[in-house]
């Protein structure tokens, strides 16, 4: 048995597997075999309880062996979207009126489903999305404290603190839920972003329509499953695959729909926002819109501080789960006086990451998720060879799978493509930095504003990169990836999103709206 984990009485992060362990080792192990023996399953739409199949299906497959087909989906048709909107809109009123603590208690018991299907859930992270072990199980992990960390806000905002009180008055405030809401995650977290958004907005007492990505499917089909076990109203939500040109489109423009969840690329997210902002005949609202758009994050390696402690932060950041990351470090700026030592040290390490399978463990970095990807993505390296020193990788890595080799490009200029515009994939720009002012000019020199680092042992350094390097998430002297939640509220400005702040105390606020009541009391 894999080592057996309960959930706190208050919240705590969920500890992530130990895979040096062998019970641990064997667990997933086991769970890699049960899985690949799922491989090829038929998976129905789910429209507020009722499954349905389609003749038009969608093929998900491994990136790291893609002639394996992990599941076969039905895909939705616009007239089926239409359907799970107005359905989840006719059962809001009932899901709605549930109390709050009811809804929070059904959210834990998600969490325990999660923890008993832990090592499962990682082996379809695996052969899914492509995730290494350790990648995969913080994904899972990530999932679990989101139900935990929102079961216990949504109880919190249940009991709002009281209003001044008038004299003669009896003032209250207290939380109503939206209505219906489009959850659209992504596929590079097809578990922990799906679950946490979907599960904010449930929680909150409103009714959901997910679109998961199509890359991504069959780990949303689980999640489903996972729903329904907790004791989440089959009604409460709907499943759909599908396309966004045939069904995002309709989901997100539908005058029933009241806020969308989005987390994605940034043209899709403008997208998005710029459907929702129409307004649509029989809509009584304006919607709302939750977009985490990426990023185009950077570290600031100062001299004053040690270089291979920075060197090993930046490339943790740069190539944990090939890049693919809106966290993710693309962009390295190192001061003028350390810059040489720095890259040299940078290459050395990074020639010793192994890619391949993302079930073999001995990989550190698996598959990008499809051969789109892996031709943008390689396509950009040919652009960066132009534009700067190439140091590391620069093609495709060996193996059947979508495989790119851990690229650095270094003496990169602050104006060329490979600084500036988002590659989502192993392509790291290195930058020198005159000084430290200049390193932080060099940072902010982009229209995104998620994650950034700094490494320096300067205090006074330390004060200004808080004050003057713009992103929702800053880290000092550790990488820029792997937000927790409860300690690291996620969500960036700029081009990078709305800033709503994912694992949060405020992010169920998006999901609701304030009443307040002034009585005339005698």
């Not at 379809?124 to 199980?137: F, M, R």
């Not at 939380?175 to 958004?197: K, R, T």
């Not at 599960?199 to 329509?209: C, D, I, K, M, P």
């Not at 090993?312 to 809106?326: I, L």
Request: hydrophobic residues 40%.
């Amino acid at each position: 048995m894999a080592e057996a984990v309960k959930a706190p009485q208050t919240f705590a992060n969920e500890p992530v597997a130990d895979f040096s362990k062998l019970v641990n080792r064997e667990a997933i192990e086991r769970a890699l075999l049960r899985v690949r023996a799922e491989f090829g399953r038929e998976y129905e739409l789910l429209i507020a309880g009722r499954r349905e199949k389609t003749p038009d299906k969608l093929k998900s497959l491994n990136p790291s062996r893609p002639t394996e087909v992990v599941g076969v989906h039905s895909k939705a048709t616009a007239e089926l979207a239409k359907e799970a909107v107005e359905a989840a809109h006719a059962y809001f009123p009932e899901w709605g009126a549930v109390p709050a603590e009811t809804r929070a208690r059904i959210l834990l018991r998600a969490a325990e489903l999660f923890r008993e299907r832990k090592f499962e859930f990682d082996a379809w992270l695996v052969y899914e999305s492509g995730k290494t072990w350790p990648e995969a199980d913080a994904d899972v992990s990530e999932a679990i404290d989101f139900c935990e960390y929102y079961a216990r806000q949504m109880l919190r905002l249940a009991k709002p603190d009281p209003l001044v009180q008038l004299p003669g008055e009896k003032d209250e405030l207290f939380y109503l839920p939206l209505g219906v809401g489009v959850i659209v995650p992504p596929w590079n977290f097809p578990l922990a972003i799906m679950v946490g958004m979907t599960t904010a907005a449930l929680v909150s007492g409103n009714t959901v329509v997910i679109k998961p990505s199509s890359d991504t499917p069959t780990i949303a089909a689980k999640f489903a499953e996972v729903l329904l076990d907790a004791g989440f109203p089959a009604r409460s939500f709907s499943m759909l695959v599908g396309s966004g040109a045939v069904v995002g489109d309709v989901l997100v423009e539908h005058p029933l729909t009241r806020f969308i969840a989005f987390t994605g690329s940034k043209e899709v997210g403008l997208r998005i926002n710029e459907l929702a902002a129409k307004p649509r005949k029989g809509q009584k609202w304006i919607k709302r819109v939750l977009a985490e758009m990426g990023g185009k994050d950077a570290i600031v390696v100062d001299r004053e501080t040690d270089v291979d402690t920075a060197v090993k932060g930046v490339m943790w950041s740069a190539f944990g789960f090939q890049g693919q990351k809106c966290s993710a470090c693309s962009r390295a700026i190192v001061d003028a006086a350390i810059y040489d030592e720095f890259v040299e040290k940078l290459k050395t390490e990074v020639a010793g990451l192994k890619v391949g399978p993302a079930d073999e463990p001995g990989n550190y970095m698996g598959p990008v998720i499809n051969e789109g990807a892996m031709r943008s993505i390689l396509d950009y390296v040919e652009v960066g060879k132009k534009e700067g020193r190439l140091i590391s990788g620069g093609g495709k890595a060996p193996g059947d799978g979508y495989f790119v080799q851990p690229t650095v490009i270094a003496d990169v200029d602050s104006k060329s493509r490979i600084f500036q515009e988002e590659i989502f994939g192993p392509v790291l720009a290195v930058a020198k930095a005159r000084d430290f002012e200049h390193a932080l000019e060099l940072a902010n020199d982009s229209e995104y504003g998620l994650t950034g680092a700094v490494y320096t042992n300067n205090h006074e350094k330390i004060r200004k990169a808080r004050e003057q390097f713009f992103v929702g998430n800053l880290y000092i002297n550790r990488k820029c990836t792997g937000a927790m939640v409860g300690a690291h509220p996620f969500g960036g400005f700029n081009m990078s999103g709305t800033d709503s702040k994912a694992g949060g105390p405020d992010y169920l606020l998006q999901f609701l709206q304030a009443k307040v009541i002034g009585e005339k009391i005698s």
